[in-house]
């Protein structure tokens, strides 16, 4: 949805070409939700040059968790994801990413 509606189709969601293309995905486990299709649309998502940055919330995350949380964020992923441990930690995260954008 973020790809087709909101970074293809900049008429219908304001977004301007020159403006900073970024998505912060919050995230508590592993998708479950046509699960077989997270990574597909975040690689195509980044492909149009989105930037992706993945906050993991909790303490739900095995090998195979983090391997798509890996694979979701921009690469480098030890510079995109950022695990949160409380919420202030979380604000500190999207302040920097506002200010980086």
Do not use: C, W
């Not at 690689?43 to 993991?56: F, H």
């Not at 968790?65 to 510079?79: F, V, W």
């Amino acid at each position: 949805m973020a790809r087709r509606d909101l970074f293809l189709n900049p008429a219908a969601s304001g977004h301007r070409h020159f403006a900073v293309r970024l998505v912060i995905v919050i995230t508590d486990g592993g998708s479950n939700i046509q699960s077989d299709q997270t990574v597909v649309q975040a690689t195509l998502l980044k492909k149009y040059g989105t930037e992706a940055l993945v906050l993991p919330a909790g303490n739900y995350f095995g090998a195979l968790e983090r391997k798509e949380i890996n694979s979701i964020a921009s690469y480098p992923p030890k510079e995109n994801v950022f695990y949160l441990h409380n919420f202030q930690y979380m604000l500190a995260v999207v302040e920097m990413a506002v200010k980086i954008s």
